[in-house]
């Protein structure tokens, strides 16, 4: 046996929930479903109760409230569309091909890093050190240090022709070209670090400036590029202990802005957890 949860909405738009004890059975080769009671009488916490002991009779792991505790909370929607965009601009896909692999990670941490903080190198290591989540999906060696952040700076600059090439290779085909930049003068490491950071925010804009523009006129609001980055930022990601030793991510409910803000870029809150769950 198990709970259903049916839902329908009335012309007037309210929308309501009827649930359902239900069994499935077989007949003529077909499962089907039979109601065995309609539970509107009861309350919700009645409800609750009796689907906790159905699923406990199935052997299914439940856990007591005052054991479930929060294990961290991370400050993720800004961080994950940054993530997002740069695989969709094959900013990971050049680096990976262009420089040695034990630098990667930290030339990444280094680009999503100046768009979380706009600040020095140092900023971005404390940013690294503080947010273990972060670095963990990043995969940042945990013995990571300032002078590691540098050392692959200079290892970007040299790999500079390599990384020409391969920026080139993947937008040259594209019928609008994107964010190609003059070879004849090499950057150095941090401009190339800004430089795609540039890209990213680039990507950014193009999508959300509209948005606000089409937003505004029709709420009559004054809704700014930082308010939607600040909205981004508001999106928590909590991992949960539930128990002895189960963990679990969640995401507190979106707004109907933030779930629109991310719908600009065809991500969903469920492809956040599936980032986190990664690490």
């Not at 969709?88 to 680096?95: E, N, P, S, Y």
């Not at 022709?161 to 003068?185: A, F």
């Not at 089409?214 to 939607?228: K, P, T």
């Amino acid at each position: 046996m198990y709970i259903q949860r049916n839902k329908s909405r009335y012309k007037s738009g309210q929308e309501y929930v009827t649930p359902l004890l239900c069994s499935k059975y077989r007949e003529d080769g077909k499962v089907k479903t039979k109601v065995l009671a309609n539970l509107s009488g009861y309350t919700e916490e009645q409800v609750l109760s009796l689907e906790a002991a159905l699923k406990r009779s199935r052997g299914e792991k439940m856990v007591a409230e005052q054991e479930i505790s929060v294990e961290k909370c991370v400050d993720f929607g800004y961080f994950f569309l940054i993530q997002a965009l740069m695989k969709r601009l094959r900013i990971d896909k050049v680096l990976r091909q262009a420089l040695p692999a034990e630098h990667v990670a930290n030339v990444r941490a280094m680009i999503i890093g100046k768009l979380l903080t706009c600040g020095s190198k140092l900023s971005i290591y404390h940013l690294l050190q503080r947010e273990a989540a972060l670095a963990g999906i990043l995969s940042i060696d945990k013995r990571l240090k300032v002078d590691d952040l540098y050392n692959s700076l200079e290892i970007l600059d040299a790999c500079q022709p390599r990384i020409d090439s391969q920026w080139v290779d993947c937008h040259e085909v594209e019928e609008n070209s994107i964010y190609l930049y003059d070879q004849e003068y090499q950057a150095r490491g941090h401009v190339q670090v800004c430089f795609w950071a540039h890209v990213v925010s680039k990507a950014l804009e193009d999508k959300i400036y509209p948005f606000l523009k089409a937003f505004n006129e029709e709420n009559r609001g004054q809704l700014s590029f930082n308010d939607i980055i600040a909205e981004l930022k508001n999106i928590k990601l909590v991992e949960l202990t539930l128990g002895k030793g189960v963990r679990t991510v969640k995401y507190a409910k979106l707004s109907d802005l933030q779930q629109k803000i991310l719908g600009l870029f065809n991500l969903s809150a469920e492809d956040m957890v599936a980032m986190m769950s990664k690490q």
